[in-house]
């Protein structure tokens, strides 16, 4: 039995213990860093290598200065174990300066305006990028999402690659649903842009015949715009 795209969407499985709650969207911007946080930050580093040196120094004493019974096994297990300590402490150290450096530049950028945005790409903009979506055995319904969130990303020259890495040839039968319903989503949702792609593109040419040789626009021409613009959203 072959089931549909729809029985694998994981509507009906119960919710995982630490899985995200909020279905609010993210914000266009983040929210500036308070002043508060980023002395929290630099707190949080002067403690990491504070807590870092004590330990060592009361580890070195109780180790090797005050113990009598000294050996060459207990030195290199000691040395050794010091230096994993060190590199679990300097990993945390490299997350909290690395976070630190992150909320300063929190705090100094500011959204480009979207009229510069377009002003940069008007001008005989030739780039283009990719976006490879990798898909092993995933869900449909995931896959699909992530093709719509790169499709709808407002760039010029934009390719979209669904990378199917799932057995080609499947042993049971939901792997075969999985394949099969992957295999079909670039030809669906190309189909579904299909209409509103033809329907844009011929408004633009005719929107740009209109506005041939011309300062101002005619009302109706205005008027067609932002009915596209509402059919667009």
């Given amino acids: 039995m072959v089931a549909k795209i729809g029985d694998f969407d994981g509507d009906d499985r119960r919710h995982q213990w630490g899985a ?6 993210l914000a266009i911007m983040h929210a500036k860093p308070s002043p508060t946080r980023v002395v929290r930050g630099y707190v949080a580093i002067i403690c990491t290598v504070v807590s870092w ?31 994993i300590v060190t590199t679990l402490i300097f990993s945390a150290l ?23 945005l377009d002003d940069h790409f008007a ?54 649903a999985i394949l099969k319903a992957s295999r079909e989503l670039m030809p669906k949702v190309l189909a579904e842009l299909a ?21 101002d626009a005619r009302r109706s021409v205005v008027a067609r715009c932002a009915e596209d613009y509402r059919a667009a959203a």
């Fill in 20 to 25: 995200e709650t909020s279905t609010q969207p």
């Fill in 53 to 83: 040196l004590i330990y060592m120094i009361t580890m070195i004493l109780s180790l090797f200065v005050n113990n009598p019974s000294l050996t060459l096994r207990f030195v290199v297990e000691g040395v050794l174990y010091m230096t």
């Fill in 94 to 116: 490299v997350y909290l300066t690395t976070r630190q450096g992150a909320l300063y530049r929190f705090i100094r950028h500011e959204r480009v305006p979207r009229a510069m």
């Fill in 123 to 176: 001008h005989n903009y030739d780039k283009g990028i990719t976006v490879l979506i990798p898909s092993y055995v995933e869900q449909p319904k995931v896959v699909e999402k992530t093709i719509w969130s790169a499709a709808l990303q407002e760039f010029p020259d934009l390719a979209v690659v669904l990378l199917i890495d799932d057995p080609p040839h499947p042993n049971n039968d939901e792997a075969r």
């Fill in 195 to 215: 209409a509103p792609a033809e329907r844009f593109t011929k408004a633009r040419d005719e929107t740009v015949a209109a506005l041939a040789d011309q300062m």
